[in-house]
């Protein structure tokens, strides 16, 4: 049997990959870049352990936690330090802790009166009936209000996706949203009502998951994979053509200028959008891929400083903070890096790591390091009482970051669909299909591997 072809030496095409091994399965992992993981970046620097990506994995499924077990990383593994389960959005210009019980949200200074009982009001809204999309703001203010979108909701979709909560699309940015109130009525209703079902599946949601990390950061994840993969992983090798044959696929490459094809049984696609739309398919019926090229990737700058304790005057402790856009602020939002896991910080320091640019501010992200740095303590200044220069400062920019999962995004998961059902062998997974979250793409890689071991399998 010829081998699987993974594009994409991400988390997905890794995590297929080395389940397709265990399968028994030969496999050869295609990657443009000079490295694996994707947007995971981990950098051990003077002391400090900077994440430049993700900074944890949520433990939202059952398979997260297998693969971990599963590529002999048990010991490795590091859970976030007690006081990391507090988070913060900022109002009035400085941090409120979010509440953690009911009790909590009606005697927090985080909303004003009027939006604490339009959340009571909230299970007697009616549900929607008449097919719209609806946008995240139009879903929230119909629901909730229009505070709780300015103060929380947007504070919230700019630190998961670095998006507009006016463009999001609710079935595809936050489809449990949506099918909440479509099944219960409400999303009060469906929380409680809920919990059940996710019990039984072994699923947890993200607001009540596990955060993880590794001794050495999230990279480790990655790196351990390629080494279990060994010779199976290609890095600086570009796929530029697919075409479909009798016996499964011929692969066209190009590594260092010079040009191959090789042929596989299948291919699995877990690069991101805009790299496969380059891709050109040649397959029985005409088919393309360009279409993914338009699916919006904002650019993000992840900016990670350190700072002497007594030179941050508020408490950091906890995850982190989230802004929401009506408080002025440049950065989206800030992780208490060092609060979160141990071993981040050299002794007497501690790890601030920021994200600037977006939806909510694109033209942010190209400025300087210089610039990027000194706007980030601009605001920290205020936030946190930061004071003098940072002891430790990176900065690491991602020109095209997460994908936009925007009203009418449903047109590329029909034309990935339908490329699988005419095509196959061809199979697409990753973040710009089945979640944007790390754990998300890890349940991602774990289900292609099983879609391509059924189809290898049948006689």
Not at 87 to 100: C, F
Request: with cysteine; proline share 7%.
């Amino acid at each position: 049997m010829n081998p699987v072809a993974v594009i994409g030496g991400g988390i997905t095409g890794l995590t297929a990959a080395f389940y397709l091994k265990r399968q028994g399965l030969p496999v050869v992992v295609y990657e443009a870049s000079n490295r694996v993981g994707g947007a995971i970046q981990s950098s051990r620097q003077d002391g400090y352990l900077a994440e430049f990506g993700p900074n944890t994995i949520l433990e939202t499924s059952p398979k997260i936690g297998q693969l971990i077990l599963d590529a002999g990383l048990g010991p490795r593994r590091l859970d976030p330090q007690p006081s990391a389960s507090a988070r913060y959005v900022v109002r009035y210009q400085r941090p409120i802790e979010m509440p953690a019980s009911p009790l909590e949200f009606f005697t927090t200074n985080l909303f004003s009166v009027r939006a604490k009982l339009a959340v009571l009001r909230e299970p007697f809204v009616p549900r929607r009936r008449d097919g719209k999309e609806e946008s995240v703001a139009e879903f929230v203010v119909r629901r909730l209000g229009q505070e709780f979108l300015d103060h929380a909701i947007d504070a919230l979709v700019a630190g998961v996706y670095a998006g507009d909560p006016y463009r999001l699309s609710v079935p595809h940015a936050f489809p449990k949203l949506g099918q909440l109130e479509a099944r219960y009525g409400s999303l009060i209703k469906g929380q409680i009502l809920g919990a059940r079902e996710r019990k039984r599946s072994g699923e947890v949601s993200k607001d009540r998951a596990a955060k993880l990390s590794f001794d050495e950061g999230l990279q480790v994840l990655p790196d351990t994979l390629s080494q279990l993969l060994g010779q199976a992983v290609r890095i600086n090798t570009t796929v530029t053509r697919l075409t479909q044959t009798d016996g499964g696929w011929t692969v066209e490459l190009r590594r260092r200028g010079e040009e191959s094809r090789v042929e596989h049984s299948a291919v699995v696609c877990a690069g991101t959008a805009f790299k496969l739309a380059e891709i050109e398919l040649r397959a029985r019926v005409p088919l393309s891929m360009a279409p993914l090229a338009e699916i919006r990737y904002p650019p993000v700058v992840s900016v990670v400083l350190g700072f002497r304790r007594e030179d941050v005057a508020r408490p950091a402790e906890g995850f982190g903070m989230l802004i929401p856009k009506v408080e002025g602020f440049k950065i989206l939002g800030t992780i208490f890096s060092s609060s979160l896991f141990p071993n981040r910080a050299p002794a007497g320091c501690m790890t601030l790591t920021s994200y600037v640019g977006g939806e909510r501010y694109p033209e942010l992200a190209s400025r300087t390091a210089d610039e990027l740095v000194e706007l980030t303590c601009a605001d920290l200044r205020v936030l946190l009482g930061v004071k003098g220069r940072p002891s430790f400062q990176q900065c690491v920019y991602y020109p095209r970051a997460i994908p936009q999962f925007n009203v009418g995004y449903g047109r590329y998961r029909d034309l990935m669909t339908d490329l699988e059902r005419r095509a196959p062998g061809l199979f697409l997974a990753g973040h710009y299909r089945d979640g944007i979250s790390l754990g998300d793409s890890i349940v991602s890689g774990c289900n292609v591997a099983d879609r391509v071991g059924k189809l290898l399998a049948t006689p």
